[in-house]
T-cell receptor
Framework: NAGVTQTPKFRVLKTGQSMTLLCAQD?????MYWYRQDPGMGLRLIHY???????AKGEVPDGYNVSRLKKQNFLLGLESAAPSQTSVYFC???????????FGPGTRLTVL | TQLLEQSPQFLSIQEGENLTVYCNSS?????LQWYRQEPGEGPVLLVT?????EVKKLKRLTFQFGDARKDSSLHITAAQPGDTGLYLC???????????FGAGTRLFVKA
């Protein structure tokens, strides 16, 4: 099992450009999450999904959109990137919020 | 808003020393998890505690959940350079959709 995979691992964008981050899990988990991690601020929840076809806003959703068309995939989109979105993005999946979260290796995004 | 506060934020110690990291909240959680994150990787679960007063041991690491299920501690005995990393606590509620993460304690163990 690959667990949770994320693509790409690194990306540099110019302000105003758009991109999509892909997360895939092969554990048949219902719950998937997108976090951003910034120095001294821990993991902040951007959006999450509790099942195929469902999405919900987290703590810091502005400037991001998500889609969960297939159970195994959770996409995070940036329509118009801003320097404030420079961060490391982690995807995670779990059976429920009560259980262990399995994290991907992260995507390091720099917006110039 | 449920907050999990971790202390200290940063800790640099010599190999062989003991240390304790704290995770505190004003809210009650159904479960409290501890993760360790190494540079360039995602967090990995160390332990989950679910019962007030529960103590779990993982080799040289001892985890405790407070009686009121609002706080937790992680104690490392005889720290080694391999223990270096970011330690995150996370709280969950049965039936809830989200897990709340603390900001983390960055530990550096010098050889």
């Amino acid at each position: 099992n690959a667990g949770v995979t994320q693509t790409p691992k690194f990306r540099v964008l110019k302000t105003g450009q758009s991109m999509t981050l892909l997360c895939a899990q092969d554990m048949n988990h219902e719950y998937m999450y997108w976090y951003r991690q910034d120095p001294g601020m821990g993991l902040r929840l951007i959006h999450y999904s509790v099942g195929e076809g469902t999405t919900a806003k987290g703590e810091v959703p502005d400037g991001y959109n998500v889609s969960r068309l297939k159970k195994q995939n959770f996409l995070l989109g940036l329509e118009s990137a801003a320097p404030s979105q420079t961060s490391v993005y982690f995807c995670a999946s779990t059976e429920s919020s009560y259980n262990e979260q399995f994290f991907g290796p992260g995507t390091r995004l720099t917006v110039l | 808003t449920q907050l999990l506060e971790q202390s200290p934020q940063f800790l640099s110690i010599q190999e062989g020393e003991n240390l304790t990291v704290y995770c505190n909240s004003s809210s009650v959680f159904s479960s409290l998890q501890w993760y360790r994150q190494e540079p360039g990787e995602g967090p990995v679960l160390l332990v989950t505690v679910v019962t007030g007063g529960e103590v779990k041991k993982l080799k040289r690491l001892t985890f405790q959940f407070g009686d009121a299920r609002k706080d937790s501690s992680l104690h490392i005995t005889a720290a080694q350079p391999g223990d270096t990393g970011l330690y995150l606590c996370a709280g969950g509620r049965r039936g809830g959709f989200k897990t709340i993460f603390g900001a983390g304690t960055r530990l550096f163990v010098k050889a």
